[in-house]
């Protein structure tokens, strides 16, 4: 590669992680506005871009008993995560149905029908992670890797270690992304997870249970549960529990 042409890779690479994009930092839920809708009301949470994901945004939804937040839908360039709040959430994809609680979540993949509806005689909330990739979509890349996923907090495995333990959800290919990783970390009381450290995958941390703090970069950020921590790509962070319980966060990054 001739100088010039890697000088303006190493330059439109830096713009790309540098311009427009999400901050990294705390995002509060409760001091979100709650904007009513018909069906219950609706947080704008986050909405921008990462340095691999042209539109990333994520938004928690709240459903009054028995209702559903629009028919059935089908996205093409998008994939979606649903992760439940509180409350039961019925969520259909395709021909298959679950009824999931709190901390139980979905990924669904672009093309694939789905609808939602709250299963609960009170209202439930639950996030919705939607993303575009830079990247062209590869759907035989996400058949190949087991397609769309409902999955049951209740029936995931904890595994303890020695400073909490860890519930692992998925590890895969989509088709909008080379990678994407999804875990729940149980941290024990006043204690870090490990130093500040790097990865190019941006990440969000969604507090479930107790407080934390999240060192960024130069700054220090409290969570507590519904709040969701952007780490952007490359920045350096740690998470300490601030509490004398042990707390618990969903953590996901994608590439």
């Given at each position: 590669?001739?100088?010039?042409?890697?000088?303006?890779?190493?330059?439109?690479?830096?713009?790309?992680?540098?311009?427009?994009?999400?901050?990294s930092?705390?995002?509060?839920?409760?001091?979100?506005?709650?904007?009513?809708?018909?069906?219950g009301?609706?947080?704008?949470i986050?909405?921008?871009s990462?340095?691999?994901?042209?539109?990333?945004?994520?938004h928690?939804?709240?459903?009054?008993?028995?209702?559903?937040p629009?028919?059935?839908?089908?996205?093409?360039d998008?994939?979606?995560?649903?992760?439940?709040?509180?409350?039961?959430?019925?969520?259909?994809?395709?021909?298959?149905?679950?009824?999931?609680?709190?901390?139980?979540?979905?990924?669904?993949?672009?093309?694939?029908e789905?609808?939602?509806?709250?299963?609960?005689?009170?209202?439930?909330t639950?996030?919705?992670?939607?993303?575009?990739?830079?990247?062209?979509?590869?759907?035989?890349?996400?058949?190949?890797?087991?397609?769309?996923?409902?999955?049951?907090?209740?029936?995931i495995?904890f595994?303890?270690?020695?400073?909490?333990?860890?519930?692992?959800?998925?590890?895969r290919?989509?088709?909008?992304?080379?990678?994407?990783?999804?875990?729940?970390?149980?941290?024990?009381?006043?204690?870090?997870?490990?130093?500040?450290?790097?990865?190019?995958?941006?990440?969000?941390?969604?507090?479930?249970?107790?407080?934390?703090?999240?060192?960024?970069?130069?700054?220090?950020?409290?969570?507590?549960?519904?709040?969701?921590?952007?780490?952007?790509?490359?920045?350096?962070?740690?998470?300490?529990?601030?509490?004398?319980?042990?707390?618990?966060?969903?953590?996901?990054?994608?590439?």
């Amino acid at each position: 590669m001739k100088l010039y042409s890697l000088i303006t890779v190493v330059i439109f690479s830096l713009f790309m992680k540098d311009s427009g994009h999400i901050e990294s930092k705390v995002y509060s839920f409760s001091d979100t506005p709650l904007q009513k809708t018909e069906t219950g009301g609706k947080r704008q949470i986050i909405d921008g871009s990462t340095f691999h994901m042209e539109n990333f945004e994520i938004h928690a939804t709240t459903l009054n008993p028995g209702l559903a937040p629009h028919g059935s839908q089908v996205h093409t360039d998008e994939e979606e995560i649903i992760v439940v709040k509180e409350g039961k959430l019925k969520i259909t994809i395709e021909n298959e149905s679950k009824i999931l609680g709190p901390e139980s979540a979905a990924l669904i993949l672009p093309c694939d029908e789905h609808a939602l509806e709250n299963a609960a005689d009170v209202p439930t909330t639950y996030f919705i992670v939607k993303y575009k990739s830079r990247q062209p979509i590869n759907m035989d890349r996400g058949k190949a890797n087991g397609g769309s996923m409902l999955i049951d907090f209740n029936d995931i495995t904890f595994i303890p270690h020695d400073k909490g333990g860890i519930r692992r959800y998925f590890d895969r290919k989509t088709p909008l992304s080379e990678r994407i990783e999804m875990h729940v970390t149980t941290l024990n009381p006043n204690i870090k997870s490990h130093e500040p450290h790097t990865h190019e995958p941006a990440e969000i941390v969604l507090m479930m249970d107790g407080t934390t703090e999240m060192e960024i970069g130069e700054g220090i950020y409290p969570g507590k549960p519904g709040d969701i921590y952007f780490l952007g790509s490359d920045i350096p962070h740690a998470i300490r529990n601030t509490g004398s319980e042990p707390c618990m966060y969903m953590a996901f990054q994608w590439e």
